[in-house]
């Protein structure tokens, strides 16, 4: 499958830093609403719709991915026209030095300061975040006043583009891949039950969306679709790294616990049944590093909600250039679709 062929590369370059989702909202919307039924934004910002069933179960299924990205928040313009900026969400000051973003809802483009190799040669400390500005060009401070207010988010400046047939490049695949997948599911065949669909806001900053949405939705079970790291890029003397912890190519990633959730078992088996019956290739993410998904509040919801966490492998997440492998993509579609096909409330017993 080609990269145009799918609606990743429009969702991956739209801006939707954690509460400010409009724009990505806006398109998720456009994308899905011939295909659900009472679709609607709740209080926090979540896009909810549900996708009709075949009536033959009454199971009460949610499927979540969510539509923010990490990306950085304006503070103030400094008296000579640079703009101050913090974080949202997770992202390491090592890779902020001439990074290129576009700030506010203009989509301005600027570049993050450096001080080139000529001056700083001498230099060995890691910058913190607040010592970078953000340059536009402006010539004084009230011309970056005019493109920059306090509160106006700012993302990665990144276009989304093939490298080979099968592995792509671009910003926010955490998790526009999982909307891409939830999307495509949308479009597909109906399920024996009523889905329930989630495209979930500020899970960058602590899943608050999802905690909103699985208290409105009561699902008795949730799958949420991710993105998740995969590192096995040679360090020296081509000896992997050791924090791989999953692989491009290598299929879906079915999570057993990260550092949020752990998985329902009977899902986390099914899950496994089906993509041997379906002999696709498939990895499984174990609990030794960092990092959660909208898992960790959804099965904690109401009165608990059998949860997994189905991911895709994605390179350098939380940087403007993230890499994914479009066959990947497509068996965690494949691999949802056929599960979401045979669960049955034994699948949930204990
Ligand atoms: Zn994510």
């Known amino acids: 499958m080609a990269l145009q062929d799918t609606l990743l590369k429009q969702l991956s370059e739209s801006a939707g830093v954690s509460g400010a989702e409009n724009e990505i909202?806006?398109?998720?919307?456009?994308?899905?609403?011939?295909?659900?039924t009472d679709l609607r934004v709740d209080t926090m910002g979540n896009l909810l719709a549900v996708k009709k069933g075949t009536g033959k179960s009454s199971l009460k299924v949610m499927v979540a991915a969510h539509m923010d990205e990490v990306g950085f928040m304006v503070m103030g313009v400094d008296s000579d026209g640079l703009i101050k900026f913090s974080s949202v969400g997770g992202i390491d000051p090592r890779i902020l030095p001439a990074l290129r973003v576009h700030v506010g809802k203009d989509k301005t483009p600027g570049v993050i300061t450096w001080k080139p190799?000529?001056?700083?040669?001498?230099?060995?400390?890691?910058?913190?975040?607040?010592?970078?500005?953000?340059?536009?060009?402006?010539?004084?401070?009230?011309?970056?006043?005019?493109?920059?207010?306090?509160?106006?988010?700012?993302?990665f400046a990144s276009e989304?583009?093939?490298?080979?047939?099968?592995i792509v490049r671009g910003k926010a695949f955490d998790d526009r891949a999982g909307c891409a997948e939830l999307i495509e599911l949308i479009k597909g065949d109906p399920f024996p039950f009523d889905l329930l669909v989630a495209f979930t806001v500020q899970e960058e900053i602590g899943s608050r969306g999802a905690q909103i949405a699985a208290q409105g939705l009561k699902p008795d079970v949730a799958i949420v679709l991710e993105a998740t790291a995969?590192?096995?890029?040679?360090?020296?003397?081509?000896?992997?790294?050791?924090?791989t912890v999953t692989k491009l190519g290598h299929g879906p990633v079915i999570t057993y616990m990260d550092k949020g959730s752990i998985a329902h078992p009977g899902l986390r088996k099914l899950f496994v049944r089906v993509a041997e019956q379906l002999g696709i290739p498939h990895q499984f993410r174990s609990p030794q590093y960092a990092g959660g998904t909208d898992a960790a509040v959804i099965h904690v919801a109401n009165a608990g909600v059998a949860t997994i966490t189905i991911s895709v492998p994605c390179r350098y997440l939380h940087s403007p250039y993230?890499?994914?492998?479009?066959?990947?993509?497509?068996?965690v579609v494949k691999l949802v679709r056929t599960t979401l096909m045979q669960l049955s409330p034994s699948d949930l017993e204990r």
């Open 25 to 36: 909202r806006q398109l998720i919307y456009d994308a899905i609403k011939d295909h659900v």
């Open 117 to 155: 190799i000529h001056l700083s040669w001498k230099e060995k400390d890691v910058k913190k975040t607040d010592s970078f500005r953000i340059d536009i060009g402006a010539e004084n401070k009230a011309a970056a006043e005019g493109k920059a207010q306090p509160g106006d988010r700012v993302t």
């Open 160 to 166: 989304t583009i093939a490298l080979t047939e099968n």
């Open 230 to 243: 995969a590192h096995e890029v040679p360090q020296s003397d081509d000896e992997p790294d050791i924090t």
């Open 322 to 331: 993230l890499m994914l492998d479009l066959n990947d993509f497509q068996n």
